[in-house]
């Protein structure tokens, strides 16, 4: 049996990545191990790897380590770093992935640097301009995907069209929703709004979402996005940072002064551990951890990064998902979509959509 | 005694703007004459503001009508209402501003149609690219400004400067902040973060921060608006839209996820019992009518525009705040402020910071 013809079963972690590596991740490892019997390259410093694994029974589970000495550090340079330390321990993950050693690759550590490493070591899909980052975020019912949540900050119209099509297949994929419904991020939600990124956004979205299978419904506003009226949501990474980062803010903020009110009396810290299951519920909802990490989507394979602050159930979940990205065909789904777009007609009715916009 | 000697003490309010119009508008009207012992041109239709007054005890109120029968609806087109009703009440209250008779305007009706109407009938003041509104969002400890919030979707960097200087001035007057902070909303809080707009901008408001005495920190991020790290967040308005959107859905969302678990038993209701006192703390924190409407910052005079679910407090805060910002000065300040930016000096530092940024 050799690996040209068997399939990859395994997923590359970085086990030296993250605040709370490599105690999380190790643990998250041998989670997704015994719950997903998936098979994880743990990918570190092998005297470190073997300490942490002697803490949990790992009988029967596949958890090979490859050693390296090198570790890119949170607060390191991303592209200095990468360029530096041809060895770290996530880009030796990602080459496990680039090689077909394994399925895919995830990282909790400086997430510019995975970014560049995936980039470099997996290259563009053809098609592709540029990767994207794909948050997903709680809402009412479900979840929604912003896309690109940080990687572009300056995006052209087709940068934009792009994003929706592989947040589209990502969650068809993932999420498992039929024809996800793709919103466009802008100022209100007739087509005349947007800043003229958007609007010309749109009308390549709205030309071409036949053509790529696209259930493009138009421009959302951001109240759109918690509300759950669309599966993805398409913004510059400028806006989508903003959108992570408010969101995170504003989450925490509300329930710390709630919090704060639930305990400033004796009354109220009784009436408030009554809640707390039932509240803890909504708590969850809005719990990181629960998706494991963020794909970076337009690359030659499954890159998962991670939360910096990732415990072993956001390891863990990533891991599912980044061997799920790879087992449904993200990547192929996204090489076959975009190619649709180069056809002599497709090529002309994008240019009429474009002198249309101006 | 002639107006042309006493300085107007009345605020101009357009009585049919809003969903809740004539109603709330007058009921807000009245409590803001009686509380703040303020007068109140009431403008719009006479005898339906005659109905409305006729449910209040007006005794000893100042509360003049000014009649006419134009309304702009809240699905009419801005510019074209404006252009087509140059009767419609809320022109006629920026009128009374633009003649001397009232300290400020006030409407919850079309905001479009506001903004149209305050920039033809007040103009610009002189320097001021771009008015811009300026929204006030809830933080831990206070409030903090995000400029702008929608009036203008693409903008150029030295828009984002004046904004910081408005946003500045307000804060400073109507908050009564000594130094406001003001941040410049980015996706990191390096130098080199941010898109060519906001970098530019960066480097326009270090090089004018110490002309202009604006206490200007740097770049922040979305979580920095809700935790309160600064008092001013500079942004475009298609950002600013996002922001607003996504904080009121956020909010609403998370709030609803939590009453429906307060809910969801019998015993819940009754510990949610014991809490809603305390939580309804938080709740009035986070009600856009404690801060009465957004105000337009760049115009000759004083626009203060109110949500278009208004009710008679936020009507009644709104012509409150109208009056603070024409007794406090904020048009003259932004004028004067803006006035030191045309040094030849301080021209050829402007240029240079424009070009390093290139």
Known sequence: MSASVTAPVRVALDVMGGDNAPAETVSGAVQAA???GMGVYLVGREEVIRAELAKHDTTGLDLP???????????????????????????????????????GAVSAGNSGAM??????????????????????????????????????TDCKPEYL?????????????IFKISSPRIGLLANGEEESKGNQQVIDAHHLLKASAGTLGLNFVGNVEGRDIPTGEVNVVVCDGFVGNVVLKLSEGLAETLLGLIREQMTSTF???????????????????????????VPLLGVNGSA????????????KNALRVAR?????????????????????EEVEKQQQAQSHSN
Not at 84 to 98: E, F, G, P, T
Not at 304 to 315: L, P, Y
């Open 65 to 103: 380590i490859i050693h390296t000495d090198e570790v890119i550090e949170m607060d390191e340079h991303p592209a200095n770093a990468v360029r530096r330390k041809k060895n770290a321990s996530m880009i030796l993950a990602l080459q496990q992935v680039r090689d077909g050693a394994a399925l």
């Open 267 to 293: 009354v109220n810290k009784l009436a408030a551990a009554v809640l707390r299951p039932s509240l803890r519920k909504v708590f969850k909802r809005l719990d990181y951890a629960e998706y494991g990490g």
């Open 324 to 344: 799920q990205t790879a087992e449904t065909g993200v990547a192929g789904a996204i090489a076959e979509g975009l190619s649709k777009l180069n056809s002599p």
């Open 161 to 173: 069209q792009q994003f929706a099509l592989m947040g589209s297949i990502y969650m068809e994929r």
């Open 115 to 152: 970014m560049a490493a995936s980039l470099f070591t997996l290259k563009r899909i053809p098609g592709v301009d540029r990767p994207a980052l794909g948050g997903i975020f709680p809402t009412k019912e479900g979840a929604c995907l912003v896309i690109d949540m940080g990687a572009n």
């Open 34 to 36: 015994r719950e997903y």
């Open 304 to 315: 998962i990064i991670s939360h910096g602050r990732s415990n072993a159930k956001a390891i």
